[in-house]
């Protein structure tokens, strides 16, 4: 069986899901953007264990259904145990999205940061609009790094040192051209959903804003803190070399290097910080 990647990224994915949005922000989407007061069956491509079901489901009127499909055996295992004994009508599917026959129509097609990993992203939004009836919403929730590395800070240490932002523009448009995944996708859709026929289609911004502060009690500082750590880069040769692949220069690839470095060791549980992750919420609805 082929190794699927974000299988073992689980522990992962459910520190992060706490970074974006606050359940009264979710709660007025719901109620006052999208304007939901009726039942809707949502379909979530690739749902990973769930989360964004965990969030609008106790939010959206009772009798509403939520599926959701995804690659990962181990992700659609442990959404199935999470929501076993909830009281929700639910329904999880292990399969590739992009091929799936699905046998109805839903209201609502969404999904939270799978666009970014598409080599082409309108073929998966070309499927989210095939399987939604007319008048329903296409929903994406994605990122858009240039914004998500500038809304980070880190007290005692100037940002151009820990986020050489002009740099990683630079590369991640290279990947784009290189791959056609593009991290910064969150600002480029609704202009897609526009292209694609959408209408009413409107775009906002996730409104939460983590902070820590070591002068603070605070009970859950520990688990936001590992959520917002960053890795260390590992070998420094490596690195470079593969940053190198990418189409940086050497003096770039080895400026890169330092900042991620830096920030990793830089970035400790008594630090002072926030980040605003800033992730774009587009929405349109089908024709």
């Known amino acids: 069986m082929e190794h699927y990647y ?3 990224q689980i522990a992962y994915l459910k520190r992060s899901a706490s970074l974006y949005y606050n359940d009264d922000y979710i709660q007025f989407l719901i109620e006052r953007v999208w304007k939901i007061d009726s039942p809707v069956n949502i379909i979530d491509y690739g749902c990973g264990f769930g989360h964004l079901g965990l969030r609008l489901m106790p939010l959206l009127p009772s009798g509403s259904t ?4 995804d690659a990962g055996s181990k992700l659609i295992d442990h959404a199935r145990a999470l ?3 909830a009281p929700y009508d639910t329904e999880f599917m292990n399969g590739d999205f992009l091929t799936y026959k699905f046998e109805k129509k839903y209201d609502i097609a969404l999904c939270h940061a799978v666009l970014l990993h598409m080599t082409d992203p309108m073929q998966l939004l070309r499927k989210m609009i095939d399987c939604v009836k007319k008048d329903g919403k296409i929903i ?17 240490v100037d940002q151009s040192r820990i986020m050489p932002l002009g740099l990683l523009q630079e ?5 784009v051209k290189c791959t056609g995944k593009d991290g910064n996708i969150g600002a480029k859709l609704p202009l897609y959903f526009n292209q694609l026929g959408l209408r009413q289609v409107e775009c906002r911004v996730s409104d939460r804003v983590n902070v820590l502060d070591p002068t603070v009690d605070d009970q859950n500082r520990a688990e936001r803190y590992e959520a917002m750590r960053f890795s260390d880069p590992g070998e420094r040769e490596t690195y470079i070399r593969n940053l190198l692949l990418r189409g940086m220069q050497l003096d770039e690839a080895e400026r890169q290097y330092e900042a991620e470095r830096l920030i990793a060791s830089a970035f ?5 910080a926030a980040y605003a992750p800033g992730m774009r919420i587009t929405f349109g609805t089908v024709q």
């Open 6 to 8: 974000w299988d073992e």
């Open 268 to 272: 400790t549980s008594t630090s002072a």
């Open 171 to 175: 590369l991640f448009e290279r990947d």
């Open 83 to 85: 929501f076993n004994e």
């Open 140 to 156: 994406t929730f994605e990122p858009h790094w240039n914004g998500n590395h500038a809304g980070f800070y880190l007290e005692g």
């Open 66 to 69: 939520y599926s959701g499909i």
